[in-house]
């Protein structure tokens, strides 16, 4: 079974605009993948990338910056922009996509972060992930 799930800070549980909890109506049962579709946050000066941290999605992704290593998503900064918000879309060549053993989840334990693992000043941003889970 495949879910969508579109994260808007403006909506938020709890927490600043890039260091929040969003929590689900429904837990979803059995995760087992999650994919980020597209993110869309406010344009930052001087950053080649910044980096999605989803506590309940942590990997074991191997990455120079020990910082980023366990993020989500690692997200370059040079994306489309649009005024003062950077649109990314993720290429179907370097998708964000990463398999777990089955996983309940009830909530997104969510922060963006600079290249040095610094939360980012607040600022309005979204995301949205697919997950695929079971029944």
């Not at 930052?44 to 120079?64: F, G, P």
């Not at 290429?91 to 053993?101: A, E, G, L, R, V």
């Amino acid at each position: 079974m495949e879910t969508l799930v579109f994260v808007d800070s403006k909506s938020l549980y709890s927490g600043t605009a890039n260091n929040y909890v969003f929590r689900f109506d429904t837990p979803l049962k059995g995760v087992f993948c999650a994919e980020l579709l597209t993110a869309t946050f406010s344009r930052t000066s001087n950053l080649q990338h910044i980096a999605l941290d989803i506590d309940e999605l942590k990997t074991d992704r191997l990455v120079a910056n020990s910082t980023l290593s366990r993020s989500f998503a690692i997200i370059p900064v040079s994306a489309t922009a649009f005024g003062s918000n950077v649109v990314y879309t993720v290429s179907s060549f370097f998708p964000i996509k990463y398999t777990y053993t089955p996983r309940d989840i009830d909530r997104l334990t969510v922060k963006w972060e600079d290249q040095n693992g610094v939360v980012l000043p607040s600022n309005d941003n979204s995301f949205i992930i697919k997950f695929t889970h079971l029944k």
